[in-house]
Each structure stands twice: as C-alpha cells, then as structure tokens.
C-alpha cells in the first residue's frame, strides 16, 4: 500500500511507539500516552506496512517496521494537525520535533539510533571476549520472534565502542553457525548510506541483515 494520510491518534501512536524504543504493547501504550492501538487504526498501520502486530496473550504487541521507522522520520518535518486536533502546544511540540530533525542531520545519527541512546538501551560495552554474545543480547533486544531479519545499521549502535574490525570480525565466525544467517539486502535500492556502511564484507559480498534462529 502506498504512503496513507494518518489521522491524528494514528500520528500520535506511531510517535509513542518511537519514544517507546519502537515497540510496545496496548498496556505500554496506554500507560505512556493514554490510547491504544485497536480497530481501525491497527488496520490501516497494518495495512500500510507501518507496524507489525502480534497478539500476545490478552493484548497486542506492535513493532515499528523499517517503513515505520521512516514515518517517524519524516514526521518530525511535518506540520502540526490543524483544526479541532490542533493546538498551539502542538505546534509548539511539532516545532520541537523540527528542530530535534537538524540535529540529527547535523550529527549525522539516525532516528533509532537517538533513541536507543536516549533510552539508555545502548552502550552495552562489551569486552571483545563476550562479543558474540553481546551482538546476540542486541539482536534479541530488536527483533520480535526468532527468525526476524534486523539491520545491522541497528545493531552496531547497541555494541558500545568495540573496535569496528573486532566486530566484523566476530560476525564472520558467527556466520559460521548454524542458527545465525547474515544476507545482503534483496532490494538494493532501498538501503541508506548508513545500511552501506553498517554492512559486512564475507566472502566479497557486503551483508546487511542479520538473523538468528533461536535464543
């Protein structure tokens, strides 16, 4: 489905699920910011290829996809809504969104990057000895089932300061295992200058995506 106009609630949960790390469930959600994300507007978001849902239990569970994530980023340059969900606080807080846009243009720092850090879910500071574990503990921490295909322009944030080299590195051995799968990104075109940079060279072929079979 191409880009849809989102109302405001659906603007509003689609920010809430970024400041929530890029996942959560109903109960996070509406313990953050008082609505949930049911009916109609999962649907469209659904539909549109902006979040993932899951029913866990009693309650869903969402996840911001790659587009989702780039709806995010294109919001904080939009404007305000206007008329009855409109108001000044609004267009002061979106104004903010604007200014928070440059700085990450300046610092050259993606969105989710920001906010892991913001967060306090990034720097794990791994010793080299742990590494593999530590790409595990922060490919675990992204992906929302076993299996799941997760960017390592996201996962490299979450490393700390280990030496880049020492990091490919221990990607290569983990290509190794069975479980652990690392591809190039089918679609090529789609990747940012960051996905470029954040990719593996194994065997002459940069490698983009990880995936892990189980825990």
């Given at each position: ?9 659906e603007r509003?949960?689609?920010l809430a ?167 190039p990104r ?30």
């Amino acid at each position: 489905m191409d880009d849809i106009e989102l109302k405001p609630l659906e603007r509003a949960l689609l920010l809430a699920l970024m400041t929530l790390g890029g996942s959560a469930s109903n109960n996070e959600l509406r313990d953050h910011v008082g609505n949930t994300l049911v009916g109609a507007p999962r649907t469209r978001m659904n539909a549109a290829g902006l979040v993932e849902s899951e029913k866990q239990g009693q309650t869903y569970h969402h996840a911001l996809t790659e587009k989702g994530w780039a709806r995010c980023v294109a919001e904080l340059d939009a404007t305000a809504p206007t008329g009855r969900a409109g108001s000044p606080l609004g267009r002061v807080l979106y104004g903010v969104l604007g200014v928070l846009k440059g700085y990450l243009d300046v610092r050259d720092i993606s969105l989710a990057e920001f906010v892991v850090t913001a967060r306090g879910e990034g720097a794990m500071d791994a010793a080299p000895a742990d590494l593999t574990q530590s790409i595990k503990d922060a490919y675990w921490r992204l992906a929302r089932r076993p299996q799941d295909w997760v960017l390592l322009t996201r996962i490299r944030p979450l490393l700390g300061d280990v030496p880049r080299d020492e990091v490919d590195e221990t990607l290569r051995e983990m290509g190794r295992l069975p479980e652990v799968h690392l591809v190039p990104r089918a679609d090529q075109k789609s990747l940012s200058d960051e996905d470029r940079e954040a990719a593996v060279l194994i065997g002459g072929q940069s490698k983009h995506l990880l995936a892990i079979e189980a825990r």
